[in-house]
């Protein structure tokens, strides 16, 4: 592997905000 790709470390950034936003959200109800 010759390095991450932006597109590729953007997606799994959005993946993981989403999931931590999810996990607030239920963490909080």
Do not use: E, R, V
Not at 1 to 27: H, N, R, V, W
């Amino acid at each position: 592997m010759c390095g991450p790709s932006p597109g590729k470390d953007k997606d799994l950034f959005l993946l993981l905000t989403q999931i931590a936003y999810l996990d607030l959200f239920s963490f909080k109800s």
